[in-house]
């Protein structure tokens, strides 16, 4: 695990070295540098794997060809053996050296060999060749700067902000997505000039040229007709010995080992599969103390069903003190306060082990997502409700008493006044709408007339609205939609998260669901047997049934993972934060947004309503991005 960065046909003394020092974190064990006449990179390395020999950058036997990578290559042993039966001899035992043996051996083509989470640069010093790519669920972040013949890359946005010819502005095309999303969808982030290099991806330059970025990866989208014929014990087998070998894959062989608990299924079946390789599991949970949204009291349940040494973690007014600093951990602003829990969680975790393994991924490939059973359940009314009726309901769904919608969203705060008007809307014009937007739609903070009224000028939006490889008939709904998350929610929301909060503490977290063996699985299974009605993560919970019988987990219904906002709507830590970056002269001299609507917004702070309190630290955040990054 380490932090990466480089750059291409820039002249900057001393750059390579401060990239390294403001990305250190990531990597404390090791530095390493490659400096040519035209081209300069270099390593800040976790050791995990090999740690004597495993110092980047690492070249091959000829020394034109080095590289640097951040992440792990799960399956690198099998690689090893296969690439020595061709001919290939190693000097060290890290899966740095054979992902640089197998680029030599099988070109581009051997990403798709690749089995892990990496962001990686080889480079070519004879032909002057420049190669980056990155895994295909974009587990490990990539950012680009590129201008003329000139090239920047690094792990994190904030080392490339360190280079002279890089301008630090906000790019207000991408504002458009943060306000709707709370997140800005790759490749584009909200600094103006840098980009991502999107997930399953690589991008080449030879002798300054630069190459079209390249797509070596996609959802495996079948049509119906396709899909494997296993019966329930079949596709429980299957899934079963799947999960089993990304579990083993990912443990480390050379450290200790944690997981994160929840209350739910996906990280329960994280650890009991862990538990059938180690003997010793650290878990940790995080929670906010009496409230629906904590989970510990579950998750510590199951920590004493599968023995592990647990510890249950509590967030406290204090703990937003630290909201300054984990948005600089963040590198780019995702407007959602949780990051200050991924970040105590990370803290503690950081004491005992270097690597943790996590649940994400599994709602991504069965239908986990509450806004899941919302598109499904909608999709189905309008394909099958008269026209005439759907107005009735919509009507009613109107006025539904919010107590009623509450129950249904399962929200840890009220959905309010404008979250039903919200719905309500959603539904009305489903049809008229493509499935991205739909998607959007629901989870988005502001809708396009709020966002008008917010804006002091108006924005365009960046992002394309438009489906990409769903628009076959043949192929279920719920497989398009769960296609769309690796466009930008996964790695955008779900993924940045937690590595930015882990990697600050020097801890690799790491991600079995997201094996891609799995995600095929996944994509072969029919969408009923994954989520269907009311019903969610249905051969999940089968398999949870077989490991752990009728214990609670196994039954539980998702419960969204917020951070109840009202459980500290009181604290003057909180209410220091949104008033040191929300009052009228802090917004006026920013100049994006009316001071009377952020004004008239603060004041509802006092009801409590959950859409409400979520746009206003949206916002807090953003202000506190701006004042690290751009001021």
Known sequence: MCAIFGFLGISDPGLLERMAIVQRHRGPDDTGYLETPHFSMGSCRLSIIDTDGGQQPLHDQSGNLSIILNGEIYNYQELRSELQSMGHVFRTRSDTEVALLAYKAWGTEFLKRLCGMFALAIYDQRNEALFLARDRSGEKPLYLWQKDSRLIFASEAKAILLASAVERRLDRGALDSYLTLRYCPEPNTLFAGITTLPAAHYLQVT???????????????????????????????????????????????????????????????????????RSQVSTYSIGFGSCQADETQQAEETAALLGTSHRSIFLGPEDFNRLPEIVYQMDRPVGDPLIVAFDKLARVASNDVRVVLGGEGADELFGGYQFHRVMQLTNTYHNHCPAAIRGVLNGLVRRAPLGLLDRFFELPASLGREGRARLTDFLQGYKDRSLRSNDDLLKTLWHESERDALCTTPIASSRSMGDTYIDDKDIAFLDKLLALQWDGWLQDWALIRQDKNTMA??????LPFLNHDLIATSFRLSAKRKAYGLKDKIIERQLARRWLGNHPVTRRRKKPFYLPLDLYQNSPILRNLIHDHLNETVVRRRGLFSPQVVTSLVQRWEGGEFLVMKKIMALVILEIWQQQFLD
Not at 252 to 273: C, F, K, M, R
Not at 505 to 510: A, N
Request: net charge negative; proline share 5%; charged share 25%.
């Open 207 to 277: 002798r300054g040229h630069l190459a079209r970025i390249h797509r070596y990866w996609e959802p495996p989208l079948l049509a119906v007709s396709e899909k494997c014929k296993w019966s329930k014990t079949e596709a429980i087998d299957e899934l079963e010995s799947r999960f089993m070998n990304a579990i083993e894959l990912s443990l480390p062989t050379e450290e200790p080992v944690g997981a994160y608990l929840s209350g739910g299924i996906d990280s329960a079946l994280v650890v009991a599969a862990m538990k059938r390789f």
């Open 505 to 510: 503490h020097s801890v690799e977290y790491r």
